[in-house]
């Protein structure tokens, strides 16, 4: 089946420095990729997403590129400020799927 | 009122009450879920509707019973809960149910954190 796997947290940053999330994926066919933000006390917020192979994602300052070579999807950020403190989620939708499937999370901390 | 609402935003329960999460969306859409997030584990998602009919039912037991009694509305019902059952209950709603390969965006509503003792 498909299955989603993210680097373990947390991660705790200092302002302006860069961040990576790792994420790798399973799946059969084409899925479609996503990261999904939830910050405290909210419910999850798409943040980017990339449908097929090379496309990147990318949303407030945030990227992502689809790799299918490596079956990884690593979010990324230059420069990461205290707001972007969250819990980060990898998510991939099958080709042949109805189902969103998420890996575990990763809360991110940014200190000032 | 806007995007996917959830009430109440905290619920402590005993295992013999009985209660109903609420879950209500203003965007139009066709499709609702009830998913469950657990410290350490992936969201699991838990029941779909689609118009109004459950489409999906993950292996949940029946101390959960959805009901969703029309598009824009979703509840969550719960009885006899177990300790193992407290989590952050999350709803989410999309535009239709992904199929064919169509895929649509879910929104997500800010989550129920029930508490059972």
């Known amino acids: 089946g498909n299955s989603v796997t993210q680097m373990e947290g947390p991660v705790t940053l200092s302002e302006e420095a860069f961040l990576t999330i790792n994420c790798t994926y399973t799946a059969t066919g084409y899925p479609s990729l996503f990261w999904y933000v939830q910050y405290p006390g909210e419910g999850l917020q798409l943040l980017l997403k990339?449908?097929?192979?090379?496309d990147k994602g990318s949303n407030k300052g945030f990227e992502a590129t689809y790799r299918k070579e490596t079956t990884s999807f690593h979010l990324e950020k230059g420069s990461v400020q205290v707001s972007d403190s969250a819990v980060y989620f990898c998510?991939?939708?099958?080709?042949?799927?109805?189902?969103?499937?998420f890996g575990k999370g990763t809360k991110l901390t940014v200190n000032p | 009122e806007t995007g996917v609402t959830q009430t109440p935003r905290h619920l402590v329960m005993g295992m013999t009450n009985k209660k109903s999460l609420k879950c209500e969306q203003h965007?139009?859409?066709?499709?609702m879920y009830w998913y469950k997030q657990s410290a350490k584990k992936p969201l699991e998602l838990m029941f779909v509707y689609s118009l109004e009919e459950r489409v999906e039912n993950n292996s949940v037991p029946s101390r959960f019973s959805p009901e969703c009694p029309n598009s824009s509305h979703l509840f969550l019902h719960l009885h006899t809960l177990q300790p193992e059952d407290s989590a952050l209950y999350l709803c989410?709603?999309?535009?239709?149910?992904?199929?064919?390969?169509?895929?649509?965006?879910?929104?997500f509503g800010p989550g129920t954190r029930l508490t059972v003792t």
């Open positions: 965007l139009g859409h066709n499709a």
């Open positions: 998510a991939l939708h099958g080709s042949g799927s109805e189902k969103l499937v």
């Open positions: 990339a449908t097929k192979a090379d």
């Open positions: 989410a709603s999309s535009q239709e149910f992904s199929s064919g390969g169509r895929i649509h965006e879910q929104y």
